[in-house]
T-cell receptor, first 115, second 111 residues
Framework: DTGVSQNPRHKITKRGQNVTFRCDPI?????LYWYRQTLGQGPEFLTY????????KSRLLSDRFSAERPKGSFSTLEIQRTEQGDSAMYLC?????????????FGPGTRLLVL | QQPVQSPQAVILREGEDAVINCSSS?????VHWYRQKHGEAPVFLMI?????EQKGHEKISASFNEKKQQSSLYLTASQLSYSGTYFC????????????FGKGTLLTVNP
């Protein structure tokens, strides 16, 4: 299967701890996106990479959140000093990066629970 | 601004039809439709670009009325596999990457 993969699939942590999630996009996809989804809501845009460059960050992404895509391939999303309000599904998506309007393909997500 | 989807939920019997609407208060450059089953990733259905085009995917089709700033998803002769939550994602800024999703429409197809 060459779809978008995310690890871990589930993460339980205590408030105040740091967590890191990984996303591996579809091969040759230049664009990578992070979204957050809470119960009963659609995905909310967090940030976007074109190759290794982070081109936009949502206001939702506080200073405790940081994302990287060091070699333009996989990406990591780190949350420092987690809060209970950070509990959500974190989705990664990727797209080819060659068109004007592109299809974003989503990974299975990482479900975070902050106790 | 988040697009508004209607209805919030719909229950069908297998073989019945349904329409899901997605409306925005902003001008739309594109509308992206996804289906998500519980605990799974959103799965891409189709993308519509401004121009009022209609696209189809098996028994699922969609239209896009840019003047009304809305899109509709049509599911005909529904199958059990159509059950899930349908989301529309809209691009209002012409960024071609930043999608704003509605709250979703929960579709349940019963035998």
């Amino acid at each position: 299967d060459t779809g978008v993969s995310q690890n871990p699939r589930h993460k339980i942590t205590k408030r105040g701890q740091n967590v890191t999630f990984r996303c591996d996009p579809i091969s040759e996809h230049n664009r990578l996106y992070w979204y957050r989804q809470t119960l009963g809501q659609g995905p909310e845009f967090l940030t976007y990479f074109q190759n290794e460059a982070q081109l936009e960050k949502s206001r939702l992404l506080s200073d405790r959140f940081s994302a990287e895509r060091p070699k333009g391939s996989f990406s990591t999303l780190e949350i420092q000093r987690t809060e209970q309000g950070d509990s959500a599904m974190y989705l990664c998506a990727s797209s080819l990066g060659s068109g004007i309007q592109e299809t974003q393909y989503f990974g299975p997500g990482t479900r975070l629970l902050v106790l | 601004q988040q697009p508004v989807q209607s209805p919030q939920a719909v229950i069908l019997r297998e073989g019945e039809d349904a329409v899901i609407n997605c409306s925005s208060s902003k001008a739309l450059y594109s509308v992206h439709w996804y289906r998500q089953k519980h605990g799974e990733a959103p799965v891409f259905l189709m993308i519509l670009l401004k121009g009022g085009e209609q696209k189809g995917h098996e028994k699922i089709s969609a239209s896009f009325n840019e003047k009304k700033q809305q899109s509709s998803l049509y599911l005909t002769a529904s199958q059990l596999s159509y059950s899930g939550t349908y989301f529309c994602g809209t691009d209002s800024g012409g960024s071609n990457y930043k999608l704003t999703f509605g709250k979703g429409t929960l579709l349940t197809v019963n035998p």
